[in-house]
């Protein structure tokens, strides 16, 4: 029987030492740009050699993609490699094959036994696809597992890190020694600390209690004759126990003017926001919880320079981005809040909890305010794209 020798990709050091592991169960939590997507494309195709079965799952279909990507870069250089692009899969000699699959539907994932169970970026799937799905998938050939992914909080793949069942590894950023000299400073200067400890240190860092730092808090200006420059807007508008809050700021600074509040029946907020839109003249408004039908979305229309309505209620990812933009503004900028006690207060008390199923929630204590939080969130949003694409947001 002819034999041939294939000789794959080189890994790093640390790649090499998770490789040549023997342990059936293997775990990765790994900063951002570390290598594990490539690490887990190396061990598919070197058990595909072997004629073995692999599963690439990925949370999603588009980060399955980016290790399937891989796959087929490094596929092509081997002879007889066999790669169906449609289908995501790879496959060489009589049994190796590769398939790449999404967790989107798990229950699409159940039914064949499995040589070698990949999970990319499993931090962000259920713990049930692992447990549930997946896990029985390995047991009529005695399958091994390689679990690989940046922290997430501390979810179950934390539980996992720590178990006995694992060989586990914990690997920053910096220790990818192809990563650009001084990209990991910058991103040190640049990160909000928590996201820093989690994205690129690899730190389960526990998101859970209160969210933002303490604030700079600078004097208060209410009115438009005190305040210098343009100004732009982001408007809340409430819903019991929330008041409808305007934040104003001015464009090019790190801070918030002032934050209006007015708990008037919403019928009458019309003609009071027009007033301030009209004293104030923003450069630009952004709205939130406000449909194109409302009296108030129309007076906008009319009296703004550059108006842009924002999503009625943002998704969890949306609220979660904003959050860490302005966290990273108030911790490295220095971005300063108005010296106004609700405003401060709701700061302060305003906090993350993780429910069971391992989803971070944000908001104020039940039957408290948040008005103020939503309002800054969108006049910070606004400052970022005032000025720079001001013409993309003209209705």
């Not at 790093?12 to 775990?27: G, I, K, N, P």
């Not at 092509?76 to 094959?97: D, Y």
């Not at 549930?132 to 501390?154: C, E, F, V, Y």
């Amino acid at each position: 029987m002819r034999h041939r020798t294939i000789t794959l990709p080189r890994l790093h050091t640390r790649q090499m030492e998770a490789a040549r592991s023997t342990a059936r169960f293997r775990l990765l939590a790994c900063g951002r740009r570390w290598g594990k997507t490539k690490l887990c494309a190396h061990e598919a195709l070197r058990e595909m050699l072997e004629d073995k079965r692999v599963w690439h799952v990925a949370p999603t279909y588009s980060i399955g993609l980016i290790g399937f990507r891989d796959m087929v870069l490094m596929g092509r250089q081997i002879p007889g490699v066999r790669i169906q692009m449609g289908a995501k899969t790879l496959s060489f000699g009589a049994h190796g094959s590769i398939a790449v699959k999404s967790a989107d539907y798990p229950n699409n994932l159940r039914g064949e036994g499995i040589d070698l169970l990949i999970l990319d970026e499993a931090a962000f799937m259920p713990e049930q696809t692992w447990i549930t799905i997946l896990r029985p998938s390995l047991m009529d050939k005695s399958g091994r597992a390689l679990l690989a992914s940046s922290p997430n909080g501390k979810n179950w793949f934390y539980n996992a890190f720590k178990s006995e069942l694992f060989e586990s590894w914990q690997w920053p950023s910096w220790t990818n020694p192809f990563l650009p000299s001084g990209e990991i400073d910058i991103m040190r200067a640049t990160y909000p600390k928590a996201q820093f400890a989690q994205e690129v240190a690899a730190d389960f860092v526990d998101f859970q209690g209160r969210v933002f730092p303490a604030p700079q808090v600078l004097p208060t200006i209410t009115s438009r004759r005190a305040a210098k420059g343009a100004c732009v807007f982001g408007i809340a508008i409430g819903r019991s126990p929330d008041a409808t809050a305007v934040a104003i700021a001015p464009e090019g600074e790190e801070r918030v003017w002032c934050v209006q509040q007015t708990h008037m029946d919403y019928s009458q907020q019309e003609a009071w926001l027009e007033k301030l839109v009209r004293e104030w003249e923003p450069s630009l408004v952004v709205l939130q919880a406000a449909g194109e039908d409302t009296p108030v979305f129309r007076m906008l229309l009319r009296e703004a320079k550059s108006f842009f309505p924002d999503a009625p209620s943002p998704t969890a990812t949306a609220t979660a981005e904003r959050i860490d933009a302005l966290i990273g503004g108030m911790e490295k900028d220095k971005y300063a809040l108005p010296n106004q006690a609700s405003v401060i207060n709701q700061f302060e008390t305003y906090t993350c909890n993780r429910t069971p199923s391992g989803v971070y929630t944000f908001g104020a204590p039940t039957g408290m305010p948040e008005d103020a939080v939503a309002a800054v969130l969108l006049v910070y949003w606004a400052q970022q794209m005032a000025g720079r694409t001001m013409k993309a947001f003209r209705i």
